[in-house]
């Protein structure tokens, strides 16, 4: 088995381009810190563990090829362009550019740690696909085996409902694992919720 490969998808941490839906709550500057916090964070904790190869998908585009990331940010990170195309398109293509087991992630789940990135990538070991599911429905991780052959695969998902999960899960038709259940952070009463139980 290839070298598993950890890919966080992440958009450049701009005033009004992240977050928009917890911006609505809390206002874009609250957004946008909260966003490089927990960006950061997660390159920090996951970028030095040498048991997997390291992607930092990148939107725009245009900062994989000239990176503008704050200094130390990328730092054990190839960075790598998302290209277009819907979320599910976004996350195949790079999951189709590994050479073996590959998890991905987003960069605004906080507090995400080593250990459940190895807990994700160890259950590609018994299935075709994992998932990290999320309180709303959705997931924080998806992991496939083997890289996929066509970016279609999950179109039909309805993105940023309670039924994202399942309709993945059901859309692929493969053999899948649950992993970690951990919150994300979309929208101000999740915010409230993080704040609360740290």
């Known amino acids: 088995m290839n070298r598993p490969t950890l890919i966080v998808l992440a958009k450049a941490p701009m005033l009004g381009r992240v977050k928009r839906r917890l911006a609505r709550g809390l206002g874009e500057a609250q957004a946008l810190r909260f ?3 927990c960006l950061a964070g997660t390159l920090r904790r996951l970028g030095g563990d040498p048991r997997w190869d390291r992607v930092l998908a990148v939107a725009p585009d245009r ?13 054990g990170w190839r960075l790598a362009a998302q290209g277009d195309g819907d979320l599910g398109r976004l996350m195949l293509r790079q999951l189709a550019a590994a050479d073996g087991p590959c998890v991905l992630i987003g960069g605004d789940i906080p507090g995400i740690t ?7 990538l160890a259950a590609l070991r018994r299935a075709d696909a994992v998932f990290g599911p999320s309180a709303d429905g959705g997931y924080w991780l ?3 085996k083997r890289p996929p052959r066509r970016l279609d695969l999950l179109d039909g998902v309805r993105w940023s409902s309670p039924h ?6 059901r859309i692929l038709g493969l053999h899948s694992i649950l992993t970690d259940r951990l919150a994300d952070v979309d929208e ?9 139980g740290r």
Do not use: V
């Open 164 to 169: 994202a999960l399942a309709d993945s899960m």
């Open 188 to 196: 101000a009463a999740d915010y409230r919720a993080w704040i609360r």
């Open 35 to 37: 966003y490089r916090a």
């Open 114 to 120: 080593p250990a459940q990135i190895a807990r994700a």
């Open 63 to 75: 900062l994989a090829r000239r990176p503008a990331w704050p200094a130390g940010w990328t730092r």
């Open 142 to 144: 998806i992991g496939l």
